[in-house]
């Protein structure tokens, strides 16, 4: 097992099992994500013989970034881990702080037809370290604490669930990263059952659900899953969310031209939305030269974000990143293996 990708709790219960002092895991803690230590041998107040057994049953195996693109307020960074598989982090500079997208998953078997990292189907989960470290490495190499993340990058974090709970459990922990679960974004297609499962997980964080299209038979052509579990399954469950939680919900609608953007498509949006506690995410698209959808028109983009505001629905446009850079989650990637 990784160091990364042991929680506070089993680290207690390791040194407890040998013997040592709890409070060690405090220290530990402190020293590889604060001091951001790369050898365990450099926690100089720890006793010598805890390094060496914490050096041979948690080595501090890390992964390597092999790219970086940067753009204004944007950087991506493509990683290789220890099995030579590629996956990316997106580094965004807000006025509120640092935000860093982050991947779950090697490929993704949800299928979404427009989007660039589902054209590769999943090889395997994403480690619990292999996520931890994602923010690690970029924090050493920025010199700046990331204060925000967003789990929205390559994959699908319900499909890789207790890895997920873990690292948040980790990333939160005030004596590491201590990165507030109000801060820390996951982002789903729409599972239902881990939606309920998560209802009972019990961190402050947000959930961002990935809707695209209001209507089931278009959502259904744009997102396989939506076959599983169709919109008033999903819906049943968000309301329970929301009710069992008291947290707002976010949802997340990529505009396609000519496909989800109509008139239509915003009133019935509005229509399913009508009295819950979220607020709505339009996302303009980053075509990319695989796929044939087009971004929408601005104009078109502007009359939809009126007809949700007109219907007292919250809604935002996000903010553009990127530009120059290979904008579209798991671009970066693809392009290194030539996909
Ligand atoms: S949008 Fe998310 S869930 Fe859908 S294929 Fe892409 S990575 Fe997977």
């Known amino acids: 097992m990784n160091l990364y990708g042991v929680s506070k709790k089993e680290l207690e219960k390791y040194l407890k099992e040998k013997k040592y002092p709890i409070y060690y895991a405090k220290e530990i803690y402190q020293w590889i994500y604060q001091k951001k230590i790369d050898s365990i041998f450099s ?10 057994d914490l050096e041979q049953d948690f ?7 092999i790219k970086e693109q940067k753009g204004k307020d944007v950087s991506k960074y493509l990683f290789r881990l220890s099995d030579k598989e590629h996956i990316e982090a997106v580094l965004m500079r807000h006025d509120y702080g640092l935000s860093l997208c982050i991947s779950s998953q090697v490929g993704c078997n949800m299928g979404c037809c427009f989007c660039e990292s589902g054209r590769r189907k ?8 292999e996520m931890v470290c994602q923010i690690l490495e970029i924090e050493k190499r920025i010199g700046k604490r990331i204060s925000h993340v967003v789990m929205m990058g390559i994959g699908e974090p319900f499909d890789n669930y207790e890895n997920v709970v873990k690292f948040i459990e980790i990333v939160n922990e005030d004596s590491g990263m201590n990165i507030g679960a109000r801060h820390l974004t996951i982002s789903t297609c729409g599972i239902v059952p881990k939606i309920y499962e998560f209802m009972n997980f019990p961190y402050q964080v947000n959930l961002a659900v990935s809707l ?4 089931d038979e278009k959502r259904k052509e744009l997102m396989p899953i939506a076959k599983v579990y169709p919109l008033k399954e999903l819906m049943t469950a968000l309301k329970k969310y929301v009710e069992k939680t008291n947290r707002r919900l976010t949802f997340e609608y990529i505009l396609l031209d000519g496909i989800n953007d109509q008139e239509e498509d915003a009133r019935n949006l509005a229509h399913l939305l009508k009295g819950i506690n979220c607020y709505v995410n339009l996302i303009p698209y980053n075509e990319t030269t695989h796929l044939q959808y087009k971004r929408s028109k601005p104009l078109t983009i502007a009359k939809f974000y009126d007809i949700l505001k007109k219907s007292n629905i919250c809604v935002t446009i996000r903010r553009e990143f990127g530009g120059t850079i ?14």
């Open 326 to 339: 290979s904008a579209a989650c798991g671009q970066l990637r693809s392009e290194k293996e030539e996909l």
């Open 212 to 215: 695209h299209a209001s209507f």
């Open 59 to 65: 080595p501090m195996t890390s992964l390597e970034i």
């Open 43 to 52: 926690a100089s107040n720890l006793p010598n013989s805890l390094r060496k």
């Open 122 to 129: 999943k090889v395997r989960n994403l480690e619990t370290y």
